[in-house]
């Protein structure tokens, strides 16, 4: 007995001991990264039809359980070449400049003469987007479409190959695409990767599409949609 008690004096006095000397007793906390993007849209296709409660609008032929090719998680979403002008698309709360990623896939190609991956306004009107064009020796130019007018990126990409899509909206201001093999957001048009600009015309983001066109094979995941800036490896 006597000892347990004198155990306990030395446990008493220990705690004790920094209030006594005057010392300063720091309690630290688990450390805090910085904090992430807010999402308006954040679709990764998991489980039965679209996750995270959204609600999506489809035209044409559209699986969004595709489990063949896989770019993220379990599911993906697939349109086929048979499935022509094929979209998928999701609304959110006006905003006058948004950022957009996905992770994207093209396993065939005609030749591309629209949008495939589209920041729009309200009704559809697209205000920015992707697009890949003329076909051959099994690449694809890259253009960022905006205002009505196209900017062309000097890198072709390749097909059956997955990129990260990186997209930005700014009313009446600057629209940017940026593109890569890796999860590492690119700042220059060259080594592989795509960065091009374009100015917009004014408008209000409020609905983001995925599509195919004119008898080409596409593989979407990773859908977002948010305020801020969406930089590397986003939600992985």
Not at 32 to 41: F, S, V
Not at 49 to 55: K, P, Q
Not at 158 to 187: D, H, M, N, Q, R
Request: charged share 15%; glycine share 8%; net charge negative.
């Amino acid at each position: 007995m006597a000892s347990r008690n004198k155990l306990l004096c030395w446990l008493v006095l220990a705690a004790l001991l920094p209030f006594l000397t005057g010392a300063t007793m720091v309690i630290r906390g688990p450390r805090m990264g910085a904090a992430g993007p807010t999402y308006l849209i954040n679709q990764n296709f998991e489980g039965t039809g679209y996750d995270n409660g959204e609600t999506w609008t489809e035209a044409g032929t559209v699986n969004e359980d595709y489990t063949t090719t896989v770019l993220k998680g379990a599911q993906s979403l697939f349109m086929a070449t048979a499935d022509t002008n094929s979209s998928s698309y999701s609304s959110f709360t006006g905003q006058s400049t948004v950022y957009a990623h996905c992770r994207l896939e093209v396993t065939n190609s005609q030749g591309w003469t629209r949008r495939c991956f589209t920041i729009a306004d309200s009704a559809g009107n697209a205000l920015a987007g992707v697009i890949f064009d003329n076909p051959s020796a099994g690449a694809n130019d890259v253009k960022i479409w905006a205002n009505a007018a196209t900017t062309t990126s000097a890198t072709r990409l390749a097909y059956s190959t997955v990129y990260y899509v990186w997209l930005a909206f700014v009313s009446s201001g600057t629209c940017e695409l940026a593109i890569s093999a890796s999860s590492t957001k690119p700042s220059s048009d060259s080594g592989g990767n795509v960065y091009v600009t374009r100015t917009g015309a004014a408008g209000t983001a409020a609905r983001i599409y995925v599509e195919n066109a004119q008898n080409d094979s596409v593989i979407f995941d990773n859908v977002l949609v948010s305020t801020s800036v969406i930089g590397d490896n986003p939600n992985p």
